[in-house]
């Protein structure tokens, strides 16, 4: 099993920026992928970053594309989300998510392909 822990959410304006922590315990070793999911008010869970255990060739939904940047230090067994530029609409709970298994690539970009998941971190931004 592996357990993550998000931390560095927060309230800010607009054009401010923040660095998500995610903090991952248990089988590592047995993660392929990370990824970063949000979720609004209303909306469903949506895709906003990945970055594979090789740490090659990370992945970002459009929306956030140019703005936010996922990076991890395998000695502290973390994962970031360095988040520039934020807008309003930036505005959600942030979730971290492990994949512990190899799955199709359809579901890389859902949450479909992640079984494990961190509480989230509120992250709000003022317009």
């Not at 070793?29 to 990824?35: C, E, I, K, N, P």
């Not at 512990?100 to 690539?105: E, L, Q």
Request: glycine letters at 10%.
């Amino acid at each position: 099993q592996v357990t993550l822990v998000e931390s560095g959410g927060g309230s800010v304006q607009a054009g401010d920026s923040l660095r998500l922590s995610c903090a991952a315990s248990g089988r590592t070793f047995r993660s392929y992928a990370m990824a970063w999911f949000r979720q609004a008010p209303g909306k469903a869970r949506e895709f906003v970053a990945r970055m594979p255990s090789s740490g090659r060739i990370p992945y970002y939904a459009d929306s956030v594309k140019g703005r936010f940047t996922i990076s991890g230090d395998s000695a502290k067994n973390t994962v970031y989300l360095q988040m520039n530029s934020l807008k309003h609409e930036d505005t959600a709970v942030y979730y971290c998510a492990s994949s512990s298994r190899i799955t199709v690539s359809r579901t890389w970009y859902n949450t479909e392909g992640y079984d494990y998941w961190g509480q989230g971190t509120q992250v709000t931004v003022s317009s």
